[in-house]
Antibody
Framework: EVQVLESGGGLVQPGGSLRLSCAAS????????MSWVLQAPGKGLEWVSG????????YNADSVKGRFTISRDDSKNTLYLQMNSLRVEDTAVYYC??????????????WGRGTLVTVSS | QSALTQPASVSGSPGQSITISCTGT?????????VSWYQQYPGKAPKLMIY???NRPSGVSNRFSASKSGNTASLTISGLQAEDEADYYC????????????FGGGTKLTVL
């Protein structure tokens, strides 16, 4: 079955760090562009970071530049999001999403269930 | 970078048609044919419904159609069914220097 499964969310204090993982099965992530998309409680979708298929070029929203780093381990078929200097406003469900095509055609045709990140003291 | 502008809510009766608008700028919706639409049920992950402005992925009902004119994209759902009640989001590639993908604020569709 083709799917992605996120993990690594939880409660963290402001200024803390978390690493989210997205394990893919049924397809090879290196063949596709992948992204992280967040959804704050009761709010809409917000794209955070993406990585291309070829060359592994990464793209980030300004809101997380310098704090979040997207990466992938092709040997583990897993996508990651390293989140540092977390802020209260980063609280959200974080979805891992596979893109149907490469940049600029960011069409997310496979989503995980999401992992909740709560930043609070 | 502001989100694309969508109405907060729309409603319709079973069998009717509704249209959800998505207004952006020349730097996103108006400048590129890289618009997509997603359906999301409460507590669930989004589902891709439309890509490349008007294309439906395999398995999506042909009751869903979409188009674009200038800086505004539109999603039309015909023959409304109770199961269509959900949140709908548009999305577009953006030439903004601050991010690559911009989403709309979402529209809650209520089937009366």
């Amino acid at each position: 079955e083709v799917q992605v499964l996120e993990s690594g969310g939880g409660l963290v204090q402001p200024g803390g760090s978390l690493r989210l993982s997205c394990a893919a099965s049924g397809f090879t992530i290196s063949n596709y562009a992948m992204s992280w998309v967040l959804q704050a409680p009761g709010k809409g979708l917000e794209w955070v970071s993406g990585v291309g298929s070829s060359g592994g070029y990464t793209y980030n929203a300004d809101s997380v530049k310098g704090r979040f780093t997207i990466s992938r381990d092709d040997s583990k078929n897993t996508l990651y999001l390293q989140m540092n200097s977390l802020r209260v406003e980063d609280t959200a469900v974080y979805y891992c999403a596979k893109s149907k095509a490469g940049r600029p055609r960011w069409y997310f045709d496979l989503w995980g269930r999401g992992t909740l990140v709560t930043v609070s003291s | 970078q502001s989100a694309l502008t969508q109405p907060a809510s729309v409603s319709g009766s079973p069998g009717q048609s509704i249209t959800i608008s998505c207004t952006g700028t020349a730097g996103d919706v108006g400048g590129y044919n890289f618009v997509s639409w997603y359906q999301q049920y409460p507590g669930k992950a989004p589902k891709l419904m439309i890509y490349d402005v008007s294309n439906r992925p395999s398995g999506v009902s042909n009751r869903f159609s979409a188009s674009k004119s200038g800086n505004t994209a539109s999603l039309t759902i015909s023959g409304l069914q109770a199961e269509d009640e959900a949140d709908y989001y548009c999305s577009s590639y953006t030439s903004s220097s601050t991010l690559d993908v911009v989403f709309g604020g979402g529209t809650k569709l209520t089937v009366l």
